[in-house]
Every structure is written in C-alpha cells, then in structure tokens.
C-alpha cells in the first residue's frame, strides 16, 4: 500500500513548518520507504505501519494547536507482488519522462 498525505495543525498557530518537520521526523525514523515533496509526504507498508505512522504525525499536530487537518489517498493493490512501489512508479514515471 502506498499513501499520499499531507497533515498540518489548524488554529492558534501561524507558523507551521516546525509540526510539519516533525511529522516528516515520525515518517523517516519508522523505517518504511517514503518521500516528502512540496504537498505530500509518500509512505509505502502494510496498513497497520502506515496508520501508527498518521497516527504519530496527528498526535504531534495536536501539541502545536487545537485541530489537525489531514488530507490521504491511497493506492491498495493487495496480491500484486510488487516490492517497493513507491521506487518502481516514480522511476517508471522518470523513464516515460525521458524516451
């Protein structure tokens, strides 16, 4: 499974590069292939790694202001015996890009 997400604190603060750092922190120490652009931040697992993930980056959000914003989509393609998706679509992509 591969998810797209963006997640920001809302309310009280101004400023919201500091929570957004940490969330990418959470994303980067779990381990699981992931990349942070301009809007989202790409994380590839199972569900369950992936969820305790957002999880995290919620519960950072909330120690910076009142409400938490998150926007997610998700690719599941259960059985389809790709290994590192994230990898594969983006140089798929970068090939398509070059011919």
């Not at 499974?1 to 500091?18: L, Q, R």
């Not at 998700?74 to 983006?90: F, N, Q, V």
Request: glycine fraction near 6%; include cysteine.
């Amino acid at each position: 499974m591969i998810v797209a997400f963006s997640v920001s604190p809302v309310g009280e603060t101004h400023h919201v590069g500091d929570a957004v750092a940490e969330c990418v922190r959470v994303v980067r120490e779990s381990g699981l292939p992931n990349e942070t652009n301009a809007m989202f931040t790409n994380i590839e697992g199972d569900w369950d790694d992936i969820a305790a993930v957002l999880k995290q980056c919620i519960e950072v959000c909330e120690r910076h202001a009142p409400r938490v914003s998150m926007v997610m989509k998700l690719d599941h393609h259960p059985g389809a015996g790709h290994e590192h998706s994230l990898a594969y679509k983006t140089r798929r992509v970068e090939e398509a890009v070059e011919a």
